[in-house]
């Protein structure tokens, strides 16, 4: 492989890491800089998780328009040197403010997957890209399942440790790619920065222009934001409901990636060949309807554990969905509906820590009229459960019966 795919591929997956390596010290962390109770850091948790979607969100495309100004080698690196820098000031951050200002310039900073992405495509031929872009997936995959491992484990050396640990890789990072990173952008192929084409929103108003998909994308965003219950509220409900240390946090969210990566990965070709799609979208949602509403209520740590494998086989739900929309599209417009439903996961990333964290502080501060921990996933339930109706009662197109199979 060469060494600027390398460089791309440990980019992408500090990128990704940038949400899981602190996922397990947030509770502490917190306490730590504003004081206060574990379900008042619950809430600040989820203001700092959806600034920093928020900002992948809204700088994505603008940081891809500029490499497409100013040449992916010089975006990428700069991007890098400042990520390194943000993880400097959070280590020293004394205030709830300054790690707030942290997660706003880390999510302007971890926004280059669409740099790589053009990177890679600069690189291959037409006929190698696809295989090109899954070599990003799975370094994103490898980045959300190292993220709370190392965050877990380092977070036994106190809550500061996890971001010397990222600041260390990023800088690692930039020298290596200053050896290794070749400009692909030829400057007479480069384009003038318009604000139009960087506008974030542009993907999300086709949500309702896509013929015949309407519902299924709704299908779609709702289970995104009922999973999203993971990363919103995971640290703050093991540590509140089992009383987890930070590393046993980490390996539990570990152990959901590496099943996760192997569902989406494996099982759902066999779930896909046995049931076919619709029913493969009805089956996972079933899934996930049961383990969160398992999750929600049961009071044992390692009956949680044991329903982590479970939990997973959700997972084929969001792949299948996408199988079934994609053919009910025409080839002219596959770009428009992968935008949309990248809008629509990065929307749910945006919406659930504040309505998951609220919910769970609402539940488990002094003085609460019912006291449930698992009340997130409960939600979670609920929105799977509004899922699981929407598509079940859609009006069934005729072109539909032959997705069924």
Known sequence: MRPAVIFIMITVMIDAMGIGLMIPVMPDLIREVNGGDLSQAAVWGGILATTFAAMQFLFGPIIGGLSDRYGRRKILLISLVVMAADYVVMALAGSIWLLLAGRVVGGIT???QATASAYMADISTAEQRTKSFGLIGAAFGMGFVLGPLIGGVLAEYGTRAPFWAAAFLATSN?????????ETLAPE?????????????????????LPGVHQLLMVYFLYNVAFAVYPSVWAYFGQERFDWAPTTIGLSLGLFG???AFVQGYFIRVALRVFGERRTVVV???FALGTYTAIGSITAGWLILLLTPIAALGGITPIALQGIMSQRVADNAQGELQGALTS????????TPLVMTATFSYFTQAGTP????????????????LGLLIFALRRRAGSEASVNG
Not at 175 to 182: P, Q
Not at 189 to 208: D, E, H, I, M
Not at 370 to 385: C, D, K, R, V
């Open 284 to 286: 996972g949602l079933l």
């Open 110 to 112: 971890a926004a280059t």
């Open 370 to 385: 019912f006291y449930m921990p698992g009340a997130p996933f409960l939600l979670s339930a609920m929105l799977i459960l």
């Open 189 to 209: 192929k480069a384009r003038a920065f318009n604000w139009r084409r960087a506008n974030p929103f542009g993907a999300v108003k086709q949500l309702g222009k």
């Open 258 to 260: 590496i099943t996760m």
């Open 344 to 351: 629509a996961v990065s929307l749910a990333m945006i919406v």
């Open 174 to 182: 930039v020298i290596f790619g200053w050896f290794v990173l070749k």
